[in-house]
């Protein structure tokens, strides 16, 4: 069984910055690569960024990059996202995904997530 909790979404002012967290319960946490993903209104949910099993390779997608940071904590089983110089586009339900890389140790961008979900957390961003 897999179980994704997060936390720590909010209103901030473009600008600002957020903490989100994650808490994890799955068998072996250092075993998988992880993402977070964010959704808004009429949109697909989006992959932000990918971290694989020991934290030293990650993947942004462009309109974060430089922005946000994604870290893990193999020892507590958390995953989080640092978010900086938030702007209003960044507004959306963030979700955090446990999954795997279509080549084993290959390419971190290459993710295909498993379809368990946490009830996100809302991050807003005002302008």
């Known amino acids: 069984q897999v179980q994704l909790e997060e936390s720590g979404g909010g209103l901030v002012q473009t600008g600002g910055s957020l903490r989100l967290s994650c808490a994890v319960s799955?068998?072996?946490?250092?075993?998988?690569?992880m993402g977070w993903f964010r959704q808004v209104p009429g949109k697909e949910r989006e992959l932000v960024a990918t971290i694989n099993w020991n934290g030293r390779n990650t993947y942004y997608t462009d309109s974060v990059k430089g922005r946000f940071t994604i870290s893990r904590d193999n020892a507590k089983k958390m995953l989080f996202l640092d978010m900086n110089k938030l702007i209003p586009e960044d507004t959306a339900v963030y979700y955090c995904?446990?999954?795997?890389?279509?080549?084993?140790?290959?390419?971190?961008?290459?993710?295909?997530?498993?379809?368990?979900w946490g009830q996100g957390t809302l991050v807003t961003v005002s302008s």
């Open positions: 995904n446990v999954g795997r890389l279509k080549v084993p140790g290959g390419d971190v961008s290459q993710y295909i997530r498993l379809e368990v």
């Open positions: 799955v068998g072996t946490f250092s075993a998988y690569t």
